[in-house]
């Protein structure tokens, strides 16, 4: 069985393998099943106003690529072996030089996920690519274009919002291994000559 992520189909459509809807269909069911299973063990957890829209205060987090911070948008979690995948989502996509780093996020004013869907949709971002994406691939410049990510940013930065804690999948995962992945906005924390 081959197991891939949301970004690891749009590769294999890029280099022209059929993917059949069906099969993205049935993953995206099994993770929002495991989602849902998730949010009924803690309700208030993806609740605005609640856990998941809380601060995030010098949370332990490993990110997985290079050092220094995207330009964007940085990816964290708080799984050592989830962010060890991304070291090989970014050694595809870059050639190699990734390393998992160890650090500490702080997140004042975490975007709830429906609010990130509901402006992806707003600015223009596929329907049926914002259903089926695991929502922190939204952020993702390599999927979405750099100017979609930017406008999606720019959107959330005007509504007070500086990161998201939102779903998503290791790399070469498919399905169950549901994540949290940290996204802070870069390119509000982050001086320009340091991106």
């Known amino acids: 069985m081959t197991i891939v992520d949301a970004s ?12 059949d809807r069906d099969t993205l269909e049935a993953w995206t069911d099994e ?3 495991k989602s ?3 949010r009924a063990r803690n309700k208030q957890e993806d609740e605005p106003g609640t856990s998941r829209s809380k601060p995030v205060v010098d949370l332990p987090v490993y990110h997985g690529g290079l050092a220094r911070p995207g330009k964007l948008v940085t ?5 050592k072996d989830a962010a060890a995948s991304y070291v090989d989502m970014y050694n595809d996509r870059f050639g190699g030089g990734g390393a998992v780093h160890a650090s500490k996020i702080s997140i004042k004013n ?10 992806a949709l707003q600015i223009g971002m596929d329907a049926d690519e914002v259903e089926y994406t695991p929502p922190a691939s939204l952020f993702d410049a390599e999927i979405f274009g750099e ?4 406008s999606l940013l720019r959107k959330l930065t005007a509504k007070g ?10 790399y070469g995962s498919q399905g169950g291994d549901s994540i949290d992945a940290y996204v802070v906005f870069t390119s509000l924390s982050t001086p320009p000559w340091a991106r």
């Open 75 to 79: 990816y964290y979690t708080t799984d």
């Open 36 to 38: 849902a299973e998730t």
């Open 31 to 33: 993770a929002r099943e």
């Open 110 to 119: 975490p975007a709830p996920v429906d609010v990130v869907k509901e402006i």
């Open 8 to 19: 690891s189909l749009y590769d294999l459509e890029a280099r022209g393998a059929a993917i």
């Open 161 to 170: 919002y500086d990161g998201a804690v939102l779903p998503d999948v290791p």
């Open 147 to 150: 100017d979609a990510v930017r």
